[in-house]
């Protein structure tokens, strides 16, 4: 009879429990509504685009460069392609896919997660990069390698937005992570109106790989992934040491690329000063 009170008791509590919590969702959205990460306009759900920014993102999904998967004209014709430039210099990764073409919007996102401290977006950033991943290969081959940040950088921030993004694809993928396997040994200053050689030269040298690297690296495709692919300056730095640890395959992933035709239109953004060792900025709303 002890039992069976209990039980009749316990029964109207967890449906309390359960309406207390709708209850609080409730207050909770009408006091701060979910919000577009690309505008701000109220949405239907977190981590959701209004229709004016979701059409306005490009994904890249067509033909791409073999080696680092800058988008090519879709005129071409079939079969493996590289670019000009992997032609004439193969870079030290095996494809670097993106999962939208960079502009307003995805710039807004990657800054807000950056300097706005709107942590969340890393997960909405993973959802539309795990389709890129799961093209690169195996996913059980896969141990996924954030971009590090100099510890003085990471002691200002707080955060690591390329950690971030990768605990999100591990979520959500089942993908393996590795957060330590790479380090950055050297601070390096803003890349800001540098010209190429010139940021080639700053981050050259600033990344090192863990004591163990080639004992955890052994036979896995290693994926870089970081916010943005502008210059590529960072992810060419990194992708050198990794290749050094002796995977099988090195390969890059992020959320946002800069794409030839921006950077032929006069685009008002500085594509270099957005690599990840930008110098920090103010990052409101």
Not at 85 to 106: D, K, M, N, Q, R
Not at 129 to 152: C, K, N, S, T, Y
Not at 204 to 215: I, Y
Request: net charge positive; hydrophobic share 45%; with cysteine.
């Amino acid at each position: 009879m002890a039992t069976g009170e209990a039980e009749e008791k316990g029964a109207p509590t967890g449906a309390l429990l359960r309406g207390l919590r709708a209850t609080v969702r409730v207050v909770v959205d009408y006091a701060l509504p979910p919000r577009c990460p690309g505008c701000g306009v109220i949405v239907g759900e977190d981590r959701q685009f209004c229709l004016t920014c979701w059409s306005s993102l490009e994904f890249l999904d067509g033909p791409s460069c073999t080696g680092c998967s800058v988008p090519l004209p879709a005129a071409l014709p079939g079969g493996p392609i590289a670019c000009g430039a992997c032609l004439a210099s193969s870079p030290p990764f095996e494809g670097a896919p993106a999962a939208v073409a960079y502009g307003p919007v995805a710039r807004t996102v990657a800054l807000r997660l950056k300097y706005g401290r709107r942590t969340g977006h890393a997960r909405l950033m993973a959802q539309l990069m795990a389709r890129q991943l799961a093209a690169l290969g195996d996913a059980g081959a896969i141990l996924l390698v954030p971009v590090p940040l100099h510890r003085w950088r990471l002691w200002s921030r707080g955060f690591n937005q390329a950690a971030l993004m990768v605990d999100e694809l591990g979520r959500l993928t089942g993908v393996q992570h590795d957060h330590h396997l790479l380090l950055r040994t050297r601070a390096t200053p803003s890349l800001r109106g540098k010209g190429r050689k010139e940021r080639e030269r700053i981050v050259g040298g600033a990344f090192a790989l863990a004591s163990d690297a080639k004992v955890r690296a052994a036979g896995r495709h290693l994926v870089l992934v970081d916010d943005v692919h502008a210059s590529g300056a960072t992810l060419r730095a990194a992708a050198r040491a990794l290749k050094r640890s002796g995977a099988a395959r090195v390969s890059a992933l992020t959320w946002a690329r800069v794409v030839p035709e921006a950077l032929m239109t006069g685009n008002i953004f500085d594509f270099a000063s957005l690599d990840s060792d930008m110098t920090d900025q103010v990052m409101t709303g």
